[in-house]
C-alpha cells in the first residue's frame, strides 16, 4: 500500500533534485499541518516546472510512481494524486505552461483514464 510517508520518500529517493524545492515546501508550511494534498501538489509544481527539462526516464519514474499511487494507494493518496498531481497539469497544459506532448505519452492506464474523465468534465482536450 502506497502511503503518504512511501509517496514522499520515493519523490526524495527518484528525484534527488526535488529536495531543495521540498525543504522551501516545508519551511513555507513552517511546521503547520499539511494534508497530503499539499505536498503531492508541491510535487505537481515541481514536475510542471521541470518536466520539459527531464529525460524520459525521468518523466517514465514520474508517470510509474503516479500510476502505481493511483492502484495501490491509500484512499487519500489516490485523491491526492487525481486532484493534485493529474489536475494540477492538465490546468498547467491548458493555462500553456507546459506541452500536452511533455506528458500524454507517458500516461498510463489509470492515469490516462482519470486524464480522460477531466477532459470530458471540464470541456477541455488535453490529449
Known amino acids: 500500500m502506497i502511503d503518504r510517508e512511501y509517496f514522499i520518500s520515493t519523490i526524495l529517493s527518484e528525484f534527488p533534485e ?17 494534508t497530503v494534498g499539499i505536498d503531492v501538489s508541491a510535487f505537481s509544481s515541481f514536475v510542471i516546472s521541470e518536466i520539459s527539462n527531464m529525460s524520459k526516464e525521468k518523466r517514465q519514474c514520474v508517470f ?8 495501490y494507494g491509500t484512499e487519500d493518496i489516490k485523491a ?21 506532448e511533455d ?10 483514464k482519470y486524464c480522460e474523465a477531466w477532459d470530458n468534465f471540464t470541456g477541455i482536450k488535453n490529449n
Open 80 to 100: 491526492a494524486v487525481a486532484t493534485q498531481f493529474l489536475e494540477n497539469l492538465l490546468n498547467a497544459e491548458s493555462a500553456k505552461k507546459i506541452k500536452a
Open 64 to 71: 510509474v510512481l503516479v500510476e502505481k499511487s493511483l492502484n
Open 18 to 34: 526535488f529536495l531543495e524545492f521540498w525543504q522551501e515546501h516545508l519551511r513555507y508550511w513552517d511546521g503547520e499541518v499539511r
Open 103 to 112: 506528458f500524454i505519452d507517458f500516461l498510463q492506464p489509470e492515469s490516462r
